[in-house]
């Protein structure tokens, strides 16, 4: 039986299909100095439970997101080469991760091969190579063990229980920061977690809508 996610510990969710999970997981030398787990997760699934639009299917919102992507990594000094496709599916690569229970210098490996050197790890090659170059010779026995699927079932199921709606993600004192460019956020929560609880945050974490559901 898997076990469920400790949702009382610093969590980060990722996607191998999402360039800003990789430009912040390259980033991880500037991290809150705590003990993340990393929990893998297919942000595609997510958008579906929670009704949203991928951006992929916007081709100017499409357009600009990977421009984006690739200006914040020049911005960053981090080396980025899309992969052949995207989004392509991950499913089989974050089976790999479930299944390994991978750290934070495999699954950075993971998201080099993809988005550093370009690597498409959908494909019957792409995910050999990768298999090569992590030395699991069997991962695609990995990926098909009952096993592997259901930890990956219930990290989806946990993240939705937790209010996750997208990758990259921190869950930090109980509270979601969504986004490359939350890392800011995330750090100064971590030294003034009292800030969340300010009266102006609260005020506006509860605003009524003013448009018809």
């Known amino acids: 039986m898997t076990q469920p996610i400790d949702a009382a510990s610093p969590l980060w969710f990722y996607d191998f299909v999402s360039p800003f999970s990789y430009l912040l997981l390259e980033q991880h030398d500037k991290w809150p100095s705590m003990p993340f787990s990393l929990v893998p997760v297919s942000v595609y699934a997510l958008y579906r439970r929670w009704g949203q639009r991928p951006a992929n299917e916007v081709p100017q919102k499409r357009m600009f997101v990977y421009r984006h992507a690739l200006f914040r990594a020049e911005q960053l000094g981090i080396p980025f080469k ?84 997208g990758v990259p993600t921190f869950r930090l004192h109980r509270q979601l920061f969504w986004g490359e460019d939350a890392l800011p956020m995330v750090l100064y929560c971590a030294r003034s977690p009292g800030w969340l609880e300010s009266p102006e945050v609260k005020r506006i974490s509860s605003l009524p809508s003013g448009l018809p559901s």
């Open 82 to 165: 899309m992969p052949p496709v995207h989004p392509f599916d991950s499913t089989k690569v974050l089976l790999l991760a479930a299944a390994i229970e991978a750290d934070v210098p495999t699954v950075c490996t993971i998201f080099r091969f993809i988005w550093r050197d370009g690597r498409d790890p959908s494909t019957p090659d792409g995910f050999a190579d990768l298999c090569q170059l992590l030395n699991l010779p069997h991962g695609e026995r990995l990926i098909e063990h009952p096993d592997t699927k259901a930890r990956l079932q219930r990290n989806f199921d946990d993240a939705i229980a937790l209010g996750v709606f």
